[in-house]
């Protein structure tokens, strides 16, 4: 049986891989105004790249398909390993 990961998963929602970053907002940062949105983009603070196909300023933002899989199982990754350590802890001080 075929497992999927994350970039297999994100490419049966999205259908493309240049994935716009309004489209990823909406469905993962949905606190986030557009201008946020749009200064979080600016100063490099997602944790994937934002690129624009032409030199436009109006242009739309994407985010390789890829790169954002990447991101988002590096922060499971992190997540995943803190509550590790701290069920660890909490394990080994009750007995």
Known sequence: MYELNTAD????K?????????????????????EKILEKARQ???PFSCIRLDDSQKGPLF??????ANAFD????KSHSIFQ???????QSVT
């Open 9 to 12: 998963y994100l490419f049966l």
């Open 14 to 34: 999205y259908r493309t891989h240049l994935i716009k970053l309004e489209d990823i907002t909406k469905d993962f940062y949905p606190n986030l105004c557009k």
């Open 44 to 46: 490099h603070k997602f």
């Open 63 to 68: 985010v390789h398909l890829n790169e954002l």
């Open 74 to 77: 590096e922060i499971y990754r």
């Open 85 to 91: 350590n701290t069920t660890q802890k909490a394990i």
